[in-house]
């Protein structure tokens, strides 16, 4: 009783056998039915050819949580997942990650059970309400704002792909959401405790967004974890840390504490217009704050400018009228704060006539497109690679000047997986003559933050080896380039902090992808 | 290759993490804070088949309902071979479940009024069913999981495979199990042992479910001399999704979903016309093998099949009622209900058999108790009334626990002899590691499989029982010959794949044992060669006890209380 056989598929399982500690990859090749799972695939594999594979199974139905693996790089339940879906003929399996590996694709789950055990998974109520022998009432709306937060099944894919949970502090997006679950329940009277709880650590992750991306669920634990903040800023409890950065942009309306006045000091000597004196222009050049202000970033907001001049673009500022995007005040938990910088930001938008926006952060542009009130204003906003890209396809733009570096590409998450921006900075990258392309194991959708996003940029205190940018740095050395390139003033600048941690600056330099343009114009 | 074990030492270990054995470990914690207790699992709790159990579960919570008429459905669902004390006890003691499930946060469905919803299902004649969309057993497994960590005396052996039971003079000593991750064999003592470990359906191919209930707990009872109880009564679910076998939840008829043959005909009118597609399951599974097997099947790739319609009750009470199954089609079958019907078949679900356990969850071995699918209270009888199995582990879950506390408060260790260590290390390691024969586990088992299938599948005839029953035998001794390709002691799957097959042959020989001498039909044992029921000579549970030459049976009265039996039509 078995459908045809659609075609043969090549598995390339890597291994591990704990007695010999050695790690190995075994090549299998599969023939595929309509309807086979990865899991039927692994299971037709243990009887067929290889009775030693290891990997976990239970319900076959994606309600267990047993079967989670790393597939061509992408955390997944192999039960839940139809080989032909995937349209590939080889399939590279692995274990799952952030968990150290007994054998084979079966990870050590102890780190993240762990962080269950240190929230309470049961409702907090005085002891009197306990004892009525009667249900609680629970209205149906009531119980709909917490539903989707319960049907986390504990399979850890999103601990593995948290690049924050490399930190043992960190509960990982699952135990946060699985807490927030419990907050927004109307029944429980814990809220205070489960704060607590978390109030020290919740602040590692970056909003990267993998756990939400690649929950099979769809439990969106990243949302999850920025308003468990926001309930804990209305404490006041903070670490000081995040305090200063929301002091700062409270006072002086950036995170790093500067003068506004001084927001054009990046542009000394370009002749850059800025509003009031200009209110209109072809481009409106939103420069973010990092690269305004710091000077190794300053060189990223300069190389842009010099990219519209090249393009004789009409090109202005918003020069001290320009504010924080708030991206950062927002996912930190501050919403109020966000909003304030929010409508200065927009009141001057109305004000400046403009055809487009062009952010150099992806972050200023993923908030100026997705979060209200800026994505209610219908802002035309491009991030810089996009706009560069474009002149680029026009003919408008040709790097000239060879560039005989072997590049890796690094995907900010706010472009990348938030936005799904792949191509736009690679067709730059691609369009320089020597310039040699190559891709890190965690590439694109699959990629590992750097671990700036969310403010950390700002607070970051773990020790190097819990820091995501030094995991990052040590996966481009393995690939033997000179470059790593990236798009984001903030992964730019941890991934640069990383080279120097790991005293390999002489080895591996970190550049903006408009820095590499720039120098090869 | 006796290698020294280590000694753990728990006054209660619960075997099995699912619904039963973590209630049971709770009601135990609740009991004494003194009580050291274990709960050993060969999976992490949240992985046990419990969370597969999707439509509701069965209590009588409102105005008129009552647990007469519960009881009543039980028994009549049953075909009267319920003991009707047990029933009368099982309806009065689901509700508490429900609302300590609810204090403890379980998310139920909520009616417009905020309490706690129910909805019809099979076989009940009031919407009983509470349930958490279509995800009930899961929510329940959650809230569970999320309690028993709250008490500082349940300590868990996740992943730890627990291989044999040990009975010194008729009491429980302890039992051995092998840590996965490490591979090592250890012993655990104990004061009093509950076996919480599931059914044991996978002996068919196409079953509801999950890969790891394989029956173990069973088996190891059967072989410590504990009797079998009924295992003859196993529930074929009349809404496998096809061709996984997949659950489809009851709830998907209790919500209105039709059942459609070829000729597009709600063919239940002509089996169950008052309560067509709500009839009891093993009456809809007879319904739907006989409309397949006439010809009314609707043809498919992987054979004829039945279609569960959903469409007319709107891709909004869909989402809101049954988002799982939605889900779970559209993935693996490629059929979204919301705009085709979900291909189905039945499919082995359920053994209303298990460990011989009176309504204390007591066995017949001291100290040694069984909750859940893994145990027999007389409960279900020949068939099992659709959520009345998570009641089941809640009620008799939360029974072990405080019985089996109550026990190991007064009684002592028991000294395990090591010549029983040395056995069962030599069946492990020697025998069925060490064996360098020529057979192998994945042939013996889809073997079983396809045995089980064929002959001892919803209609049944006695000379294909006994065809089945020495082709069983033969396997047995082909298994004596196996060889374990992995050799290594970290997460050794094959080696627990083999201990899982052993332990299956023995289970498939005693329901095929058991399904042979029963020549009546009742439930969900249907005999072809006798196709009526027999209270004359038939009301009674059979008991298999272990014996080297096979199962030996013996019988035992039923208890009837209100209800004498009678005709049964729905």
Known sequence: MNSEIEKTVEFRIHRFDPKEKRRYVSTFKVPVRKGMTLLDALMYIKDNFDESLAFRHSCRMGICGSCGIMVNGKPMLACYTQVLHLNVDTLTLEPLQNMPVIKDLVVDLEPFFGTYRKIKNVLIKSEETFKKPEEFIQMPSELKKFWDLTLCTKCSICYSACPAAIDERFLGPSTLATNYRFITDSRDEGSNERLKTIAENVWLCTSCNSCTLFCPKEVDSSSSIVN???????????????????????????????????????????????????????????VCCLTAYDPRHQEIAKSMASVFSTLGVDFASLGAEEWCCGDHMLRLGERGLFETLAEHNLSMFQKFETEKIVTLSPHCYNTFNNDKPYSDAGLNVQHYTQFVAEAMDQGKLKPTKPFSQRVVYHDPCFLGKRNEIYEAPRRILEAINGLELVEMRRTRE??????????????????????PCISRVKEALELGVQIIATSCPFCVSLLDDATKVLEVEDKIKVKDVVEILKETM | MVKLMEKLTHDIVIVGAGIAGLRAAIAAAETSSNLDIAVVSKVYPVRSHSVCAQGGTAAVLREGDSYDLHAWDTVKGSDFLADQDVVEFFVRKAPEEIIVLEHWGCPWSRTDDGKINQRPFGGHSFPRACFAADMTGFHEMHTLYGKAGEYGNIKFYDEWFVTSIIVENNIVAGLTAIELRTGRMQVFRAKAVIMATGGYARIYEFTTFSHTATGDGMAM??????????????????????????????????????????????????????????????????????????????????????????RHLGEEKINERLPLIRDVAIKLSGVDPVKEPIPIRPAAHYSMGGIHANIKTETPVAGFYAAGECACHNVHGANRLGTNSTSDCLVFGAVAGEEAAKYALSNGFREIPQEKLAAEERRVFDEILGSEGDERVPIIRNEMRRIMSQRVWIFRKGDELQNALKEIRTLKERFKNIRVEDKGEAFNTGLVAALQLDFTLDLAEVTIASALARTESRGAHTRLDYPKRDDENWLKHTLAYYTKEGPRLEYIPVTITKWPPTARKY
């Open chain 1, 446 to 467: 699959n990629s590992f933050c750097c671990g700036g996003g969310a403010g950390r940029v700002w607070t970051e205190d773990a020790p190097p080896e819990k820091r």
């Open chain 2, 221 to 310: 009872a059967y072989r410590a001399g504990v009797p079998l109880k009924d295992m003859e009564f196993i529930q074929f679910h009349p809404t496998g999704m096809v061709p996984s076998g997949i659950l489809i939840t009851g709830g998907a008829r209790g919500e209105g979903g039709y059942l459609i043959n070829a000729k597009g005909e709600r063919f239940m009118k002509h089996y169950a016309p008052e309560k067509m597609e709500l009839a009891p399951r093993d009456i809809v599974s007879r319904a739907e093998t006989t409309e397949i097997m006439e010809g009314r099947g609707i043809d498919g790739p992987y054979g004829a099949y039945i279609a569960l319609d959903l």
């Open chain 1, 228 to 286: 468990e903040r926001s309930l804990i800023v209305e404490t006041g409890v903070i670490p000081r840390t995040v305090m200063e950065v929301l002091n700062n942009i409270f006072k002086y309306h950036n995170p790093m504490g500067r003068y506004q006045t001084k927001r054009m000091e990046w542009a000394q000597g370009l002749n850059v217009k800025t509003f009031p004196e200009t209110a209109k222009a072809e481009v409106l050049y939103f």
